[in-house]
């Protein structure tokens, strides 16, 4: 038993290494061997030489052969196989350093959106984890080229700096699985958003109100760097739209990649993405009634992102949100502060 454990301590191998210490620990050499378990001389030598698997037929025969159970001999191989891949992947990955020299390094250093994003054994794996994607040029496919574009219509390789860009709609992706909510219907929440219209111009005109209070007494919130903001005035915002079925989320931009705003069907529920660091409380509620306005005019198909520009715009579109966006600012009473 001691035995076997030291063996299986030898992951890291072949299984055919692990077999040529064995012949030699019994003292039989490779035809003598190959006779006993039926195989011939030539196969028992690639095995040594790891040049074919250990099957499931073959690791029954290894058994009978040398007493060490079949599951090592498979487990063996399925280690082996990972080993060889995790040391391919390496490989690859040191290639691809001066890809994550493209994201907003600075930027997201301080925050803590991505995993591990500083280890010490490569920079490149965290980034890959956090877009649930396999290589670079799987991210490159799908946020740069197609991908993207065939799912929504949009593709980010017309933005300033697709890179940040991706990194914004990624955090939004990922704050928005943490909302547990039911699909939802696109009619029934137009429907019920329509509704609810004077609950969002109240709550738009007193938090303004608010937000003015707190200037006059010089006591606005200095959000810390790094960290996603959310007050009171926003965390009731997130409330409405979650009892109508619309998460809300609030996510800090980048310099590169100024998104202020963007709207979507995510999972079929719909998204809207804010940032949080308006410095002027309008701009932030006509940002929010723009957004709202495309859920409510436009299709589940597409993804709106605000103040950024990128492939196949719809301006037509951005304009009749517009439109919504600056109908019930009116009705709150409150200036049409546009982000330009």
């Not at 030291?6 to 003292?27: D, H, R, V």
């Not at 994550?100 to 994003?117: C, G, H, Q, S, V």
């Not at 998204?271 to 859920?295: C, M, P, S, Y």
Request: proline share 4%; hydrophobic share 40%.
């Amino acid at each position: 038993m001691a035995e076997e454990k030291e063996l299986i301590l030898w992951g890291a191998t072949s299984p055919g290494e692990i077999l040529e210490e064995k012949l030699q620990e019994m003292n039989v050499d490779v035809n003598d061997f190959a006779a006993r378990i039926g195989y011939t001389p030539k196969t028992v030598n690639e095995l040594l030489k790891a040049k074919c698997r250990v099957t499931v037929e073959m690791a029954y025969s290894l058994e009978f052969g040398t007493g060490i159970p079949q599951y090592f001999w498979l487990e063996a191989q399925k280690q082996y196989e990972r080993d060889l891949w995790r040391e391919k992947i390496k490989k690859s990955l040191k290639k691809s350093v001066v890809w994550r020299k493209f994201f907003p390094i600075a930027e997201l250093n301080p925050r803590t959106w991505i995993k591990d994003f500083n280890n010490k054994e490569d920079g490149v794996t965290p980034i890959l984890k956090f877009f649930g994607v396999a290589s670079p040029k799987a991210w490159e496919n799908y946020y740069y080229k197609n991908r993207l574009k065939v799912a929504f219509r949009i593709s980010l390789a017309e933005t300033e700096d697709p890179y940040a860009a991706s990194v914004w709609m990624r955090r939004g992706e990922i704050l928005a699985d943490e909302i547990k909510m039911e699909k939802q219907n696109d009619k029934k929440v137009r429907s019920a958003i329509k509704k609810a219209m004077p609950q969002f111009v109240e709550l738009a005109k007193n938090d303004v109100a608010a937000w003015e209070d707190l200037r006059h007494k010089k006591a606005l919130p200095k959000p810390k760097v790094g960290e996603d903001f959310i007050d009171d005035g926003m965390h009731k915002l997130q409330e409405l739209g979650a009892k109508l079925g619309i998460k809300v989320l609030y996510a800090q931009n980048f310099k590169s990649a100024p998104i202020h705003g963007m709207a979507r069907w995510y999972k079929d529920i719909p998204v809207i993405q804010l940032h949080d660091r308006f410095k002027d409380r309008n701009a932030f509620w006509f940002t929010f009634f723009h957004e709202l306005g495309h859920i409510v005019l436009h299709g589940k198909k597409d993804i709106f992102i605000k103040n950024v520009y990128y492939g196949n715009k719809n301006q037509q579109k951005d304009d009749e949100a517009n439109a919504f966006a600056q109908k019930y600012m009116v009705q709150a009473g409150l200036e049409d502060s546009r982000i330009p």
